[in-house]
């Protein structure tokens, strides 16, 4: 791709604390532990929209609006991405 610039590695706040994004060689996810938020091979999860969806509403006092209701997360590991 033309222009595309794709970075292995970089540092990104999080609930007040810096954390890396991984990607391995090719730029493919790494697992992450949803409690550390450190990479975590054996028992990690890959971070989908899914996992930010569910953290912002929590986040912003909406997890137990109407909308999350109609619209709910289940079998969704929680990620403690604002601390």
């Given at each position: 791709?033309?222009?595309?610039?794709?970075?292995?590695?970089?540092?990104?706040?999080?609930?007040?604390q810096?954390?890396?994004?991984?990607?391995?060689?090719?730029?493919?996810?790494?697992?992450?532990?949803?409690?550390?938020?450190?990479?975590?091979?054996?028992?990690g999860?890959?971070?989908?929209?899914?996992?930010?969806?569910?953290?912002?509403?929590?986040?912003?006092?909406?997890?137990?609006?109407?909308?999350?209701?109609r619209?709910p997360?289940?079998?969704?590991?929680?990620?403690?991405?604002?601390?």
């Amino acid at each position: 791709m033309v222009g595309h610039v794709a970075a292995e590695r970089e540092d990104v706040a999080c609930g007040g604390q810096s954390h890396a994004v991984e990607t391995d060689g090719l730029h493919f996810a790494q697992r992450i532990n949803p409690r550390t938020l450190e990479r975590d091979d054996m028992n990690g999860t890959i971070i989908y929209p899914k996992h930010v969806h569910k953290a912002l509403r929590r986040y912003l006092g909406l997890e137990n609006s109407l909308g999350a209701q109609r619209f709910p997360y289940n079998n969704t590991k929680d990620f403690a991405f604002f601390g």
